[in-house]
C-alpha cells in the first residue's frame, strides 16, 4: 500500500448531495387474485426449491438480504424503515438524473452516487485466485462493483464474510495512475478520484452519506466455476462506512463502461437477467448471464436511454389496468418523467395523476376491507386481522409493444392490521417513474442490452 493512501483519502470526501435520511401465495380468476395473508408476512424459515438449476453455466440463487436464505443472518427490519430507506434511495436517484444540487453541496466526483440500502437482493460470488466467496448487493442502477479490502480494519463496517486480502491473491494487479483505465474511471466520474504514488483510486458517496474509497484494481471474478471472468475491473475498498448490511460491497449492473454488463460483453453478449421470489423473505430466486433458448417466448419491450441518465434502464409505460379495466390514464402522463426499472428500489413509484387513478379503483374493488392507518409513504392500508386470505383486483402495468406485467406484488405490510397496496405516487408530475422489485417478483426479467429491449417471462421463480 503506498505509505501516502491514508493521508489522501479525507480529500475524496467532499460535501455531496444528500438527502436527510436515518412475497406471496396467489390464486384466483381472470380478474381478482386471492391472497394468502400468512404468505406476506416474514418467516425464519428459508424455503429451497428442490432443483435449483443454479449449477448451470452462469446461473446465481439471489436471496433476499434480510430474510432466513441469506448468509447474513441479519434481523428482519420493519417495515417502515424499509420504506424510509426506500425513499431516500428514490430521492437520492432522481436527484441524480435531474441534476438537483441544494444549495451549499456539491455532487462527489466519483462514481454512482445513490442509497444502497433498502430492500436490495444479494448474491455469492468469488474474487481473487484461488477466489474467495462475497456475498454482494446487485444492483441495476449501478455501474461500479467494489468490495472491502484488507487491510482496512478500522476503516471497514463489520461484514459476514472474510474481508478480501489481495496480497493472497496472484492474479490481482492495482491500475495504475498513468493508465488508460484510469482515465476512463475520471471520465466516467466526471472529475479525478484521485492518485496514491501511481496507483489509481475510486470514491464513491452514495445517498445517505455511505460510501467506498480505495484502490481501483483487476482480479479474476467467478460467478459460477463455468463462468470465469479474467482481468475483471473493481474498487478494492479501504475505507467504507455505511448501510450496506453485513455484504462485502455492490455488484454494479448498468450500463455503463466499467458494469459488470459492459465488462462481459464478449461472454455474455451484454444480456443478464434475474427472477425475484414471490416471497423475499423466505425463498430463492436466480440472477442469470447470457442469452437463454426461452428467451423466445417472453414478451419484449424497447430498451430506452435518457441522456442525462445513460447507465440507467428506460421503459416506455402505456398504461395501467385494475380490476380488467384500463384506467383512463392518458399516455403522456408516463412519457413526460419517464419510466425506469430498478432491482434496488422496493415500491413502484408513479406520476401523480397515474397513482390517484390507480389508488381510487383499488380502494373502491377494497370496499368492503376496514382501512387502516398510513404505513410512511404508502396511504391505502387496511386492518385484515382474522381474514386467512384477501381477495384484490388484479393489476397490470402495460408497456410499448404490447407488454402487460400482471403484478404479483400488489400488498405490502409486516402486520394483519396494516396490509397496505404496494404503490406510492410521486411528488411532481416531472419525478421520474420507477418500477420497484416488489413488481417484479416472480418474472424473469431479462435485459437485453445488445438488441435495446427488455423482457418479462411469468412464473420463472414461483
Known amino acids: 500500500m503506498p505509505a501516502n493512501l491514508y493521508f489522501f483519502f479525507p480529500y475524496l470526501l467532499f460535501s455531496s448531495f444528500v438527502w436527510d435520511c436515518s412475497g406471496a401465495d396467489f390464486g384466483g380468476g381472470s380478474e381478482n387474485l386471492y391472497v394468502k395473508l400468512g404468505s406476506l408476512l416474514p418467516t425464519p424459515v428459508c424455503s429451497m426449491p428442490a432443483s435449483t438449476g443454479y449449477e448451470r453455466s452462469a446461473a446465481i440463487r439471489v436471496v433476499h438480504r434480510h430474510g432466513p436464505c441469506s448468509s447474513s443472518s441479519q434481523p428482519t427490519k420493519a417495515a417502515i424503515q424499509i420504506l424510509l430507506e426506500d425513499e431516500c434511495r428514490v430521492n437520492s436517484l432522481r436527484s441524480r438524473i435531474s441534476k438537483r444540487v441544494l444549495q451549499g453541496q456539491t455532487l462527489l466526483p466519483a462514481h454512482d452516487g445513490r442509497l444502497v440500502e433498502t430492500g436490495n437482493y444479494v448474491v455469492t460470488i468469488g474474487f481473487g485466485?484461488?477466489?474467495?466467496?462475497?456475498?454482494v448487493v446487485f444492483d441495476t442502477g449501478s455501474d461500479f462493483t467494489w468490495i472491502q479490502c484488507h487491510p482496512c480494519a478500522a476503516?471497514?463496517?463489520?461484514?459476514?464474510?472474510?474481508?478480501?486480502?489481495?496480497?493472497?491473491?496472484?492474479?490481482?494487479?492495482?491500475?495504475?495512475?498513468?493508465?488508460?483505465?484510469?482515465?476512463?474511471?475520471?471520465?466516467?466520474?466526471?472529475?479525478?478520484?484521485?492518485?496514491?504514488?501511481?496507483?489509481?483510486?475510486?470514491?464513491?458517496?452514495?445517498?445517505?452519506?455511505?460510501?467506498?474509497?480505495?484502490?481501483?484494481?483487476?482480479?479474476?471474478?467467478?460467478?459460477?466455476?463455468?463462468?470465469?471472468?479474467?482481468?475483471?475491473p473493481f474498487g478494492c475498498g479501504q475505507r467504507n462506512r455505511g448501510l450496506f448490511g453485513k455484504t462485502a460491497g455492490v455488484l454494479g449492473l448498468g450500463r455503463g463502461k466499467l458494469s459488470l454488463v459492459s465488462q462481459t460483453a464478449q461472454k455474455f453478449s451484454r444480456v443478464f437477467s434475474y427472477c425475484l421470489p414471490s416471497s423475499p423473505s423466505s425463498s430463492t430466486g436466480f440472477l442469470k448471464f447470457g442469452e437463454e433458448a426461452n428467451y423466445n417466448s417472453f414478451k419484449f419491450t424497447p430498451l430506452l436511454t435518457q441522456p442525462d441518465a445513460p447507465s440507467f434502464y428506460f421503459l416506455d409505460m402505456m398504461g395501467i389496468s385494475v380490476g380488467g379495466r384500463k384506467l383512463g390514464i392518458s399516455p403522456m402522463v408516463f412519457s413526460s418523467?419517464?419510466?425506469?426499472?430498478?432491482?434496488?428500489?422496493?415500491?413502484?413509484?408513479?406520476?401523480?395523476?397515474?397513482?390517484?387513478?390507480?389508488?381510487?379503483?383499488?380502494?373502491?374493488?377494497?370496499?368492503?376491507?376496514?382501512?387502516?392507518?398510513?404505513?410512511?409513504?404508502?396511504?391505502?392500508?387496511?386492518?385484515l386481522t382474522g381474514y386467512d386470505t384477501v381477495t384484490v383486483p388484479k393489476i397490470t402495468l402495460q408497456f410499448r409493444g404490447g407488454v402487460d406485467v400482471n403484478v404479483k406484488g400488489i400488498l405490502y405490510g409486516s402486520s394483519p392490521s396494516q396490509i397496505c397496496l404496494a404503490f406510492a405516487g410521486n411528488n411532481a408530475p416531472d419525478d421520474v417513474a420507477i418500477i420497484g422489485n416488489k413488481q417484479q417478483q416472480?418474472?424473469?426479467?431479462?435485459?437485453?442490452?445488445?438488441?435495446?429491449?427488455?423482457?418479462?417471462?411469468?412464473?420463472?421463480?414461483?
Request: with cysteine; charged share 15%.
Open 129 to 135: 485466485t484461488p477466489k474467495r466467496d462475497m456475498t
Open 155 to 232: 476503516y471497514c463496517y463489520p461484514q459476514q464474510d472474510p474481508i478480501f486480502d489481495s496480497s493472497n491473491s496472484s492474479s490481482y494487479l492495482n491500475v495504475s495512475c498513468n493508465s488508460a483505465e484510469c482515465s476512463q474511471l475520471k471520465s466516467t466520474a466526471g472529475n479525478a478520484p484521485g492518485c496514491s504514488s501511481s496507483t489509481c483510486l475510486y470514491g464513491i458517496r452514495y445517498g445517505d452519506q455511505s460510501y467506498s474509497i480505495g484502490f481501483f484494481a483487476h482480479d479474476t471474478l467467478t460467478l459460477t466455476p463455468s463462468a470465469v471472468v479474467p482481468n475483471f
Open 337 to 383: 418523467a419517464g419510466t425506469l426499472i430498478d432491482s434496488g428500489t422496493v415500491i413502484t413509484r408513479l406520476a401523480p395523476s397515474a397513482y390517484s387513478a390507480l389508488r381510487g379503483a383499488f380502494r373502491q374493488y377494497m370496499s368492503n376491507y376496514p382501512s387502516a392507518e398510513a404505513l410512511s409513504i404508502l396511504d391505502t392500508c387496511y386492518d
Open 442 to 462: 416472480t418474472y424473469q426479467v431479462v435485459y437485453d442490452v445488445a438488441r435495446g429491449r427488455i423482457g418479462f417471462g411469468e412464473a420463472a421463480c414461483t
